[in-house]
């Protein structure tokens, strides 16, 4: 890690995200929080909510994949932390002029995830033109602990800012992480290689189907992908129907809701740090195996919270803190895989490739969790979700995923317990 703490650019990318990552898991619970308590929302204008969030994955990220392989990827990360600083900006103002409702709302999160669809193919590409090779496991893993801390303390910040100030209004702490996160961004010194020249490369078209026809035929991330896609569907279901759920059925304040995320957060904190040995130590196929299966099993204990809130708070902290850890290690896996496997012209459009499929199942796990939480109730809605989740685990662990090792050489892969 010593030349991570030298590495100056790094330095500013991961600063930078650590402050936007924190103001964002404010809005993970300030935003559907302003749909639940200002607006009145119904289970299944949540389910839309959460989809007009992520609906823009299916309509951008293939072809942010092409245009970013063909520019440069750091003004991409500038522009889109600045507007969506603008965008957030634009609820507080709504609410306070009494013009706040809820297709607004839906217009508002649409738009912001047009950005945060291209920002995160972006991001993702870029890391690997920034820090060498040997450093990108490290790397991944602080940027994951990064999201780890960040979740830890944005929620109950966040929860503690919806009691005092209102929803709406907390969101303003978002907007302006977004705003210190472009400035980080844009005093990086490193300047990227210039793309290949547009009369050199193919059509739009023929270059999206080279980066879907690269993932799906690979052994190794073919399986990554269907699993991965599989395990967003069912638990955006769950995290559509949280606070709902808490709010509603467990009678749970948004402080000690937001106490909650942000305790069972510190798990992937946990998970973040121990990701690189959990590889070392048991392989790389292995940990993203068994992360999966327990990440998966872990999420059980969220509908089966009940009680006072101070029980039914335990169990859902539980629950949270172990998911929230293995989950950490299947994504800092799961991402060095894909920095490994992936040619560096065919990154972008493979890691759209993977986030249209993976992340494209998130809209709809919100409009199957709104649906399903109208039609058997939340609490019910939640248990199907978790035993669907379960079954595909252990699908993963049967698929060829577990060839993985051999990618990161031999002295990784025959590691022993200790």
């Known amino acids: 890690m010593s030349g991570l703490w030298r590495h100056g650019d790094f330095l500013k990318l991961w600063g930078g995200e650590t402050v936007s990552q924190f103001g964002a898991q404010i809005t993970v619970l300030a935003l559907p929080l302003t749909a639940i308590i200002t607006l009145r929302a119904t289970p299944e204008q949540l389910g839309v909510l959460t989809a007009m969030q992520f609906a823009p994955v299916l309509l951008i990220t293939l072809f942010a994949g092409v245009w970013l392989d063909g520019h440069r990827k750091r003004p991409a990360l500038t522009v889109a932390n600045v507007g969506r600083a603008a965008l957030l900006g634009l609820i507080p103002l709504l609410y306070l002029a009494d013009l706040l409702s809820i297709p607004l709302l839906y217009a508002i ?8 669809a291209v920002f995160d193919v972006a991001y993702v590409v870029y890391l690997p033109s920034l820090v060498p090779k040997d450093q990108l496991v490290p790397a991944n893993s602080r940027l994951e602990a990064t999201y780890s801390i960040a979740s830890i303390g944005g929620p109950g910040v966040g929860g503690l800012l919806v ?28 300047r990227e290689p210039p793309p290949a020249p547009p009369a050199d490369r193919p059509s739009t078209w023929a270059e999206i189907k080279e980066g879907v026809a690269s993932t799906l035929r690979d ?17 955006q279901v769950i995290l559509t129907l949280y606070l709902l759920y808490g709010v509603r ?16 957060s510190v798990g992937a904190l946990a998970g973040s740090i121990v990701a690189d040995r959990a590889g070392r130590v048991f392989g790389v196929g292995r940990a993203l195996v068994w992360s999966m299966i327990v990440s998966s099993a872990a999420l059980g204990l969220v509908p089966a919270a009940t009680g006072s809130p101070l029980v039914a708070g ?22 060095s895989l894909r920095g490994v496997l992936v040619p560096p012209e065919l990154l972008g459009r493979v890691t759209a490739t993977y986030r ?22 939340v609490r019910t809605a939640m248990a199907v979700a978790v035993a669907a989740l379960v079954a595909g685990a252990v699908a993963f662990a049967f698929s060829r995923i577990r060839s993985a090792d051999e990618v990161f050489g031999a002295k990784e892969a025959s590691c022993s317990v200790d």
């Not at 929803?167 to 490193?190: D, E, F, G, K, Q």
């Not at 052994?219 to 638990?235: D, K, T, V």
């Not at 859902?316 to 950490?328: E, S």
């Open 109 to 116: 999160a649409f738009l912001t995830g047009l950005l945060t």
């Open 163 to 190: 009691q005092w100030l209102s929803a709406p209004i907390s969101i303003v702490a978002n907007a302006v992480t977004y705003l210190v996160a472009a400035l980080s961004v844009a005093a990086i010194r490193h």
């Open 219 to 235: 052994a190794r991330l073919r399986p990554l992908l269907l699993g991965s896609a599989w395990f967003n569907l069912f638990e």
């Open 249 to 264: 059925e467990l009678h749970l304040s948004t402080g000690l809701l937001g106490v909650i995320l942000g305790v069972g």
């Open 314 to 335: 335990a169990v859902m902290t539980a629950g949270l803190f172990v998911y929230g850890l293995a989950l950490a290690v299947f994504n800092v896996h799961s991402l």
């Open 356 to 377: 249209f499929f993976v992340f494209g199942t998130i809209p709809l796990g919100g409009l199957l969790g709104g649906a399903l939480g109208g039609l058997l109730g």
